[in-house]
């Protein structure tokens, strides 16, 4: 129903009620029976046992729980339970996220009013929310919240806040007249109020339309709910590395055990080796790594000020090629803040930001004082004492008390040291005519100390240029001519397309005698001072940040519910939108299918005067096109855009408790600036999940290689299960955990983003881990070959040379993980941590080698130290062969 173009006693029959008596208690159990209660409802959800099994349906949570099995029928018990540990502690870590994730419709509900005023059997009585029905008449006033979608019938200065379902960062005056037209839009529906929004100024009546998910807020909800929650890359990366780690393993096992057999080796022994390569071939701790990689990542990103909801989030942010951003809050303070004035041809810049009411006021280049300035002076008092704003510091904030745009006024004299207490020793209010919707003004009637009155009014320059019949120029009264109405109207049109609202301020003296009765005798043969204009500024820090975004191949896109003239200057200001860069409307947008605006989508930058329907369409038209967005946002409207988006990031402070349980990332100080620091930690974590898994495998591919080559040359089993699957625990693990907390490279803001399609063996990884693993496995065997054939009765010596030339290889090679391009262009003592864990791996090793108790169960021998120069001469060997080859190639 289009309630907004229909007349009141049309809406009155429609919805079956009475205006003046409201309706009786039988009515309204009728309609609740009918039409249930006013709130919102949620989808059926799956019960939390269900939600914790589904944890385990991964395909590398299945591969670990069969290595677990495995393990435990080798009798490595603590293997056993070190797996199944690992295993049951990211189902529970999954579990967690994903009921927290549920929690954005009761947050949501909590938007709705907990009472409201209701008309019921020719009475005003307070009842809950919850009981309204359509066709009941409620009131509301100044500091109410909305309680359901009503039709308003009556408007007294009504104003109310809707940005956090708008996007508008200006409260909206209300009146009751239909408005006619097609497809208008939520923020244009002057007639309405809408459940969860807030009257900031004056009262209103209206008849309930809306209850429940029939309302806009209900619509977002239905929208929350039915919105995708997108696999993240590094979930999909994790399960392609499953898949082709059980294939490659299983089928290279299965060949050292046949070769093996066929070589005439004990069948018992050999399958006692298969599965021990089986195990070290699948490396379980890699999930864990991820989480503690990522786990780690999320504390640094506190300490940045952003809290990250979903642990691969972080990841996610780090190949995030579009970035949707919120205006209202995100981009801008939020804070409306005059940074021009007009006056008689005569315009002044005044510097500062936000409430702070600290500033200069600058004419052309030159610093001017207002006081000395009689235009500009007068033009700052009168807005000031036209005014039911206060400025109020709270916890060493400055806040408005009142509407956002007197508060702009307030902050403007405060900032010429025109404060209301020192105005009111000059000038004392004796009656005020209401900002009324209908006139577009406010004026107030003054006395100065010399007895003389006048009449001071302000608002919107149209209207009040109507009534004026003089103007203000040279600090001389003229009359106002169609020149000067010209005059007016230019200087209204370029602060205008500055994006800046003005307001405009007019004055007249009440003769001796003279009574003005109503606001239409004030409002009257005024003369026009001029103006102020005034814009939500935006913040400081965010040019930079979209800077480097740009820097780092990200493209931002501001999405927003105000006007296309103020998003497009915003957006130039930022540096967002480009020369030639494409600007849609809401309008536009909602006659295009998805498909009409993927076509398209690569070259719009500004997305203006949208609805919640709008801001999923363009993200899922992004993600067609093959785009990983994240979306940032503060109201109820961007919730289920950032949930559908590959990442949701909401602001903490200004953020509404939906967006927030919708997103992965909260930023506590609401600086897009933040997001940058994201987005550098996510490319890190990502750039250190692929050392991880370059070092495992490399190791991995070792271990089978040594066992492989050696069965079909016919040589002895160089290794012995146990010595695989400690090199695989002990030796693999510490210095992996150490490479995912590896400081990031220097050029890892200057890279584009990721392919989202990148799999992980992208960028020369596979030819890298199949090389490296390759010459650890011909070093392992060498070792072996050259002390067996010196001492062929001592194989366990043999054995223990291989295991050690081994484990020192792979702790040589760690550090050759640590960068892209070579050994040689980091510093290898940069990373403490890896440091540490190599040192560590290499005292267990030589624990394992020379303490007596445990030599036997290891099956190894104290090892002369000619035969360790062997050993480490050999295990430098891929690290430094390759290093060198890369090294001559980048001098050539």
């Known amino acids: ?189 002057e007639n309405m109020a809408f459940m969860g929004t807030m009257v900031t100024r004056g009262s209103g009546v209206g008849v309930v339309v809306g209850t ?164 500009l002076h007068q033009i700052l008092t009168f807005g000031v004492l036209c005014n039911n704003a206060e400025l109020k510091l709270k916890d060493k904030e400055y806040i408005v008390d009142g509407d956002p745009t007197e508060g702009a006024l307030v902050v403007a004299g405060l900032k010429a040291g025109l404060s209301r207490e020192s105005i009111q020793k000059e000038f004392t209010i004796i009656h005020e005519f209401p900002f009324d919707s209908s006139r577009k003004m406010m004026s107030v009637i003054v006395e100065d100390k010399s007895g003389k009155q006048f009449v001071v009014t302000k608002g919107a320059p149209d209207v009040l240029l109507k009534v004026s019949g003089s103007i203000l120029w040279d600090n001389k009264q003229q009359f106002l001519s169609d020149k000067y109405e010209t005059e007016v109207q230019h200087a209204i049109d370029q602060l205008a397309g500055q994006a800046l609202r003005t307001i405009a301020i007019g004055f007249k003296p009440i003769q001796p005698g003279q009574k003005i009765i109503n606001e239409f005798e004030a409002e009257k043969d005024l003369t026009f ?18 800077k480097e975004c740009k820097q780092a191949g990200i493209k931002t896109i501001m999405i927003t519910g105000d006007h296309v003239i103020t998003a497009k200057a915003i957006a130039t200001q930022l540096g967002i939108l480009p020369m030639g860069g494409k600007v849609i409307d809401g309008n536009t947008l909602s006659m295009m299918s998805v498909e009409e605006l993927e076509e398209v989508v690569d070259d719009v930058y500004v997305f203006a005067r949208v609805s919640p329907e709008h801001k999923l369409k363009i993200v899922k038209a992004l993600q067609k096109k093959g785009h990983i967005v994240a979306m940032t946002g503060d109201g109820v409207n961007d919730a289920p855009a950032i949930k559908a988006s590959d990442i949701g990031i909401a602001m903490g402070i200004t953020g509404t408790d939906v967006a927030k349980e919708a997103s992965s990332l909260v930023l506590l100080d609401d600086n897009f600036a933040t997001i940058k620091a994201a987005i550098k930690e996510g490319r890190n974590i990502y750039e250190n999940i692929r050392k991880f898994i370059r070092y495992l495998l490399a190791s991995n591919v070792g271990e089978i290689l040594v066992m492989l080559f050696a069965m079909l040359l016919a040589l002895p089993l160089p290794l012995v299960p146990i010595q695989i699957l400690w090199v695989n625990l002990v030796t ?159 001098r050539k």
């Open 1 to 189: 129903m289009k309630w907004y173009e229909m007349r009141s006693e049309e809406v009155e029959q429609t919805v079956n009620t009475n205006f003046q008596e409201g309706l009786s208690d039988k009515e309204v159990q009728q309609r609740q029976k009918q039409l249930g209660f006013n709130e919102l409802k949620e989808a059926d959800r799956p019960s939390a046992f269900l939600v914790f099994l589904e944890q385990f349906k991964d395909f590398m949570v299945i591969v670990l729980l069969a290595a677990t099995l495995i393990s435990g029928l080798l009798g490595e018990y603590l293997d056993a339970i070190a797996i199944m540990a690992i295993v049951l502690l990211n189902g529970v870590l999954g579990f967690i996220q994903e009921r927290k994730a549920e929690k954005s419709l009761h947050a949501l509900k909590e938007l709705s009013a907990p009472q409201v005023f209701a008309l019921r059997n020719k009475q005003w009585v307070k009842v809950p929310s919850k009981e309204v029905v359509p066709g009941d008449i409620l009131k509301f006033t100044s500091g109410d919240r909305i309680g359901a979608d009503l039709r308003i019938i009556e408007s007294k200065s009504l104003e109310i806040e809707e940005s956090a379902l708008t996007g508008e960062s200006v409260p909206v005056a209300k009146f009751v007249q239909p408005i006619s037209g097609d497809n208008v839009n939520i923020g244009d529906q």
């Open 212 to 375: 429940g998910m029939n309302t806009a807020m209900g619509q977002i909800a239905d929208l929350l709910q039915s919105a995708e929650t997108m696999i993240t890359p590094l979930q999909r990366k994790l399960e392609q590395l499953g898949k082709i780690l059980i294939t490659v393993a299983l089928l290279l096992t299965a060949l050292v055990v046949l070769v093996g057999v066929i070589q005439g080796h004990d069948i018992y022994t050999m399958f006692l080796a298969g599965v021990s390569l089986a195990v070290a071939a699948i490396p379980e701790g890699l999930p864990a790594i991820v989480t503690v990689a990522l786990s780690l990542g999320v504390q640094r990103m506190i300490k940045k000020k952003s809290i990250v909801r979903k642990l691969p989030a972080v990841e996610t942010l780090g190949c995030a090629s579009v970035i949707c951003s919120d205006k209202t809050g995100t981009l801008t303070q939020n804070k409306m803040t005059v940074t021009h004035l007009w006056s008689g041809g005569s315009t002044w810049q005044v510097s500062g930001t936000g409430y702070d009411p600290s500033g200069r006021f600058h004419k052309g280049d030159s610093e001017v004082q207002p006081r000395n300035e009689r235009a």
């Open 529 to 546: 001072i001029g103006l102020q204009g005034m814009i939500d500024p935006p913040r400081p820090e965010v040019k930079d940040a979209v």
């Open 732 to 890: 693999d693990g510490l210095p992996a955990m150490a490479l995912g907390l590896d400081q990031a490279e220097d050029n890892v803001m200057r890279r584009k983003p990721r392919n989202p399609r990148e799999g992980v063996f992208a960028r020369g990884l596979g030819w890298k881990v199949i090389s490296r693993g390759f010459l650890i496995g011909i070093v392992t065997l060498i070792a072996f070959m050259i002390v067996y054939d010196r001492n062929p009765n001592n194989l366990g010596y043999a054995q223990t040379i291989a295991f050690a030339t081994l484990v020192l290889a792979q702790l040589i090679h760690v550090f050759d993980c640590r960068s892209e391009r070579s050994v040689f262009d980091r510093n290898p003592f940069e990373n403490k941590y890896l440091v540490w864990a190599v040192i560590s791996s290499i005292v267990l090793m030589l624990v394992v080698i020379y303490y007596p108790p445990l030599q036997p169960i290891f099956h190894t021998q104290s090892i002369i130290l000619q035969d360790w120069l062997l050993i480490i001469g050999l295990s430098a060997v891929p690290t430094f062969l390759l290093a060198g080859t890369l090294l001559t190639r980048k």
